[in-house]
């Protein structure tokens, strides 16, 4: 399952020319379709909120959340999933004890994980350090808009 969503990411989310049409958008809460999304401010890191969007993939509505760090592109994508889809495979990381599956495609990085009924992947050319580092944080966020 993961590989295809990777994929689309890459095919959806790295063409420079659709991300300057987005809208600016905020950090914070969003949701829409059926998604409950937490919209993570790395502006501290120096990376920025370019915009978002849902869209499709592999017939669920999926989150697609873009930034930039200088000319560096990181894709954060929100994808719903069920008891009986197929279990996230690859290289298995632990990150302040929480584990990620790691995956190179095409020279991107990309760092995947599961919490409750959601696949959450980030996708970049950033490295591992600084993508843990990302999706560390917005497992943070998440956990303390839960708690309010």
Known sequence: MA????????????ASRFFRRLPRSRAGSASGAGLRVT?????????????????????????????????????????????GDAQVTGRRTDCRGHEYVMHDVKGYRTALWTEGHALFGLVSALDYDALLECADHLRVERAERSRL
Do not use: M, N, W
Request: with cysteine; net charge positive; aromatic share 10%.
């Open 3 to 14: 590989p295809a969503f990777i994929r689309q990411a890459l095919c959806v989310g790295l």
């Open 39 to 83: 919209v993570p401010d790395f502006s501290a890191a120096g990376i920025h909120l370019i915009g978002a969007r849902l869209a499709d993939a592999r017939a669920r509505r999926a989150a697609y959340l873009f930034y930039e760090k200088g000319r560096t592109l990181l894709s954060v994508f929100i994808v719903p999933i069920t008891a």
